[in-house]
């Protein structure tokens, strides 16, 4: 039986596998990856989906601005293990993070990904008309949730990263102790795509 809980420091190693997995090296170059990078995710709203002991499904919140002075969540990556998909982890993992994120008293969501899948929750690409991120992205992939209504209104600029910076753990080490895989992740990665 699949359950969704927080995610714990022994998760790292097991989340950090899954998104290569899932994204490869290219997961380093998205815009949405330069407004995570070196941050801490938002407090409580990192997610994890575990079977059998095993992480099979993520997703992590991070605190972003919706153009100055207004707060945001940016959510994201989403992953879930190749063998899991299909089978309904992402949309819960999606429908627990944004549930969270509303009883905490965030605002709005804002992610770059497919109208297509994250419609169903209420994303749309209408409130992010005059925001822009950082880096190359397609912009109809820009979509946002207000949590609160009006959440966005007026909302114009830059999306930035908020929130506080992390200690950079050395994953080569934390993946090559938890795999036995002794290369460097980068060449894990490359042979992977």
Partial sequence: MVIIREEKTA?????????????????FAKASERLREGRVPADGLS????DCGRIV????????????????LLLGPLAVDPAHRNRGFGTALVRRAIARARLAGHRAVLLVGDAGYYSRFGFTATPTGALWMPGRYDRDRLLALELRPDALTGARGLIAATGAFAPKPNLNKLIAAATGDRRPRQARLQRAA
Avoid: M, N
């Fill in 11 to 27: 998760d790292i190693t097991a989340r950090e596998v899954l998104l290569d997995e899932a994204y490869g090296p290219s997961r």
């Fill in 47 to 50: 997610l994890v989906a575990v």
């Fill in 57 to 72: 499904g993520t997703v992590r919140l991070w605190h972003v601005t919706a153009g100055p002075g207004r707060a945001a």
